[in-house]
Nanobody
Framework: VQLKESGGGLGQAGGSLRLSCAAS????????MAWFRQAPGSGREWVAS????????DYANSVKGRFTISRDNTRNTVDLHLGDLKSEDAAIYYCAAKDGGIFSDQPDAYEYWGQGTQVSVSS
């Protein structure tokens, strides 16, 4: 299984960015795909997740109402739209996936990870 992120870059405070994650390989067992982020000196933080089959979405309180996660089953992609950017959103964003099981916001629960993509926010 391979996950590859794209998008990101420099956004303005109050503006928006879009991240995309393309999954390839043995994806038929995927239960949940998620986005995490990690700022310098901090641990990896769960941002949002989406159930592969039902499209049920969950968001961290810090991004709820500003970020939107979506998936396209035909293309095996998961997007994250980052709206109303804040300085604290700056981080490396990682796409992750897990096989069957219950929902989790813990990085250890996810078996597959992308390389990450940088998001920076200018004021």
């Amino acid at each position: 299984v391979q996950l590859k992120e794209s998008g990101g870059g420099l956004g303005q405070a109050g503006g928006s960015l879009r991240l995309s994650c393309a999954a390839s390989g043995r994806t038929f067992n995927f239960d949940t795909m998620a986005w995490f982020r990690q700022a310098p000196g901090s641990g990896r933080e769960w941002v949002a997740s989406i159930r592969w089959s039902t499209a049920i979405r969950d968001y961290a309180n810090s991004v709820k109402g500003r970020f939107t996660i979506s998936r396209d089953n035909t293309r095996n992609t998961v997007d994250l739209h980052l709206g109303d950017l804040k300085s604290e959103d700056a981080a490396i964003y990682y796409c992750a996936a897990k096989d069957g099981g219950i929902f989790s916001d813990q990085p250890d629960a996810y078996e597959y990870w992308g390389q990450g993509t940088q998001v920076s926010v200018s004021s």
